[in-house]
């Protein structure tokens, strides 16, 4: 079946403008990550999601970032007032089951982000 | 707190060496712990997870709580391994997987 999907594969925008990042979980997938991966960071933890409970937004680096999940199916992750430092690749995954590590997480291909 | 160390960044190996990519881990409880793979131009995959203790295209990984490292091992290496590998853990009910810097793996024939 279709893979985690995200839109766009590329943006970019300039500094101070908003942009949006969409990711499509796999079907019946109830938890969705966000992750993102930056030179010399490696991939670091955004936000998760899971069925209907308050998704843990403790990775999100400031209040600039935010993101929603419409239905318990599509996430939509907003930056706003980008900044050159939010350059970055952003990974949206999706596993099958409540929060538990042993379920493997499938990742999307990516939204490289470039803020100049 | 959760973190995982990838100590080299780069290695490169000759096809048919053993190779072996190292991933040290700290944290305070029974942690799960996995190796992720990306291929050119691919996207992130699972490779393994201690848990399963399987072998997934020859790569093994034993967890050493001991010396709490989660080393990847495969005996022969083959152009095709040459990737990017992360090694990931995820801490008990923490259901977040915190990654390492990753090593880029090159294979040369």
């Known amino acids: 079946g279709a893979g985690v999907s995200q839109s766009p594969s590329n943006k970019v925008t300039e500094k101070g403008k908003d942009v949006e990042l969409r990711c499509d979980p796999i079907?019946?997938?109830?938890?969705l990550y966000w992750y993102r991966q930056s030179l010399g960071q490696g991939l670091e933890f955004l936000i998760y999601?899971?069925?209907?409970?308050?998704?843990?937004k403790s990775g999100l680096p400031s209040d600039r970032f935010s993101a929603e999940r419409t239905g318990g199916s599509v996430s939509t992750l907003t930056i706003q007032r980008t900044q050159q430092e939010d350059s970055a690749v952003y990974l949206c995954a999706s596993s099958a089951q409540s929060g538990a590590a042993k379920d493997t997480q499938y990742f999307g291909p990516g939204t490289r982000l470039t803020v100049l | 707190a959760q973190r995982v160390t990838q100590p080299e960044k780069l290695l490169s190996v000759f096809k048919g060496a053993p190779v072996e990519l190292k991933c040290n881990y700290s944290y305070s409880g029974s942690p799960e712990l996995f190796w992720y793979v990306q291929y050119s131009r691919q996207r992130l995959q699972l490779l393994l997870r201690?848990?399963s203790r399987e072998s997934i295209k020859g790569f093994t990984a034993d967890l050493n709580k001991g010396e709490t490292s989660f080393h990847l091992k495969k005996p022969f290496a083959q152009e095709e391994d040459s990737a990017m590998y992360y090694c990931?853990?995820?801490?008990?009910?923490?259901?977040?997987?915190?990654f390492g810097k990753g090593t880029l793996l090159t294979v040369n024939p």
């Open positions: 999601f899971q069925g209907n409970s308050a998704p843990d």
């Open positions: 201690h848990i």
């Open positions: 990931a853990l995820s801490g008990g009910s923490n259901y977040k997987l915190t």
């Open positions: 079907s019946g997938h109830t938890a």
